[in-house]
């Protein structure tokens, strides 16, 4: 997937409003912690995460995914009838049978001729909701379009704390729901168009994806539940990735050096760190998210990116590299230079 006539025109993030910290988790389970026997400070101390940003329980995907996509829109003065193509991206979406990006196309007034759809691959799915954007542009059958995200993890959080409350709840339930507690919520949007060559575009060049799908039952979940084999999954996962990064030193012609910056899927400290180690990446390249904002899914990475476009540092002529990854298992890396 290499494009020589896809742009960024933009990108805006929304923040939860509502900050929970590990402490504040762990004081609601600290009748479950005492009985199993876990020391407080776990959920800190194997993360790093210090907090997570929460929506209200009843935000609907859809909302948020238009709050990112109207601030998006305004930042880029782009007419929203312009848009051929909206795909929605997120874990969560709105109940019932009907597409969430139908919903996010009626609730921002697009045109008739702008095709929606869903996109799901776990956390992977807003880099290949970029890439299947960026395929219509660059195949001309459009010239501009939205990809959006809103994860809403919150009531899946508050359910999964009382489950582990319950009496009988036991220390092999308490593991594989571990990774539910490390979740946060946001919302982003990006807008892609046809590049015209003309200076300080920001380029999408696109990149390489690999699977490992021998390991796709690591990570299962309902709108209420989480259940994760958080070891296998942490191992096979950098294992794919360190694949992926091979592929794309081939066919990208990657140099650790020759990237300014690295935009990676964040699920917490070990995670972060054991992947740049076996990458090779300096850490001070990696904007960090998960300290102040957990593991957001597939809304982690363009919020991320989004969080170091507001923060004014990127240069021009910057070459950004975006790794994601998405149980299943699924891994991209892809390229955008500033």
């Not at 979940?221 to 996962?237: E, P, R, S």
């Not at 050096?257 to 990446?281: N, S």
Request: one cysteine or more; glycine letters at 10%.
């Amino acid at each position: 997937m290499r494009y020589s006539k896809v742009k960024m025109l933009g990108i805006s993030h929304i923040d939860a409003p509502e900050r929970v910290s590990s402490e504040d988790i762990e004081s609601r389970l600290a009748p479950a912690l005492r009985r199993m026997g876990i020391p407080r400070g776990i959920l800190k101390k194997l993360t790093g995460i210090e907090s997570r940003q929460m929506f209200d329980p009843s935000l609907l995907p859809s909302d948020g995914a238009v709050r990112a996509a109207e601030k998006a829109i305004a930042a880029t003065g782009i007419d929203r009838s312009e848009l051929g193509v909206i795909v929605n991206t997120s874990v969560c979406r709105d109940p019932g049978e009907t597409t969430t990006a139908g919903v996010v196309h009626q609730k921002l007034g697009l045109a008739e001729d702008c095709m929606s759809f869903d996109v799901g691959n776990a956390c992977l799915g807003f880099m290949n909701g970029m890439d299947l954007v960026a395929t219509m542009i660059e195949q001309q059958r459009t010239d501009h379009g939205i990809v959006v995200a809103c994860e809403n993890t919150h009531f899946a959080m508050l359910e999964t704390i009382k489950r582990l409350l319950e009496p009988r709840t036991t220390w092999t339930a308490f593991r594989d729901n571990f990774a539910t507690l490390t979740l946060g919520c946001g919302a982003v949007a990006m807008i892609l168009s046809r590049a015209t060559g003309a200076a300080k575009e920001h380029r999408y060049l696109g990149g390489v994806t690999m699977a490992a799908t021998e390991h796709c039952k690591l990570c299962t979940a309902q709108v209420d539940q989480m259940i994760t084999n958080t070891k296998k999954l942490f191992h096979h996962g950098l294992e794919l990735g360190l694949k992926t990064w091979e592929r794309a030193r081939e066919v990208l012609n990657w140099q650790i050096e020759d990237l300014d910056q690295f935009i990676i899927h964040q699920v917490g400290k070990a995670h972060t760190e054991k992947f740049a180690r076996t990458l090779g990446v300096p850490l001070s390249k990696i904007f960090r998210l998960y300290p102040d904002h957990g593991n957001i899914g597939p809304a982690g990475v363009p919020i991320a990116f989004s969080k170091l476009v507001a923060s004014g540092t990127l240069k021009e002529g910057d070459r950004i590299a975006f790794m994601g990854i998405g149980s299943g298992i699924n891994c991209s890396m892809a390229e955008l230079v500033w």
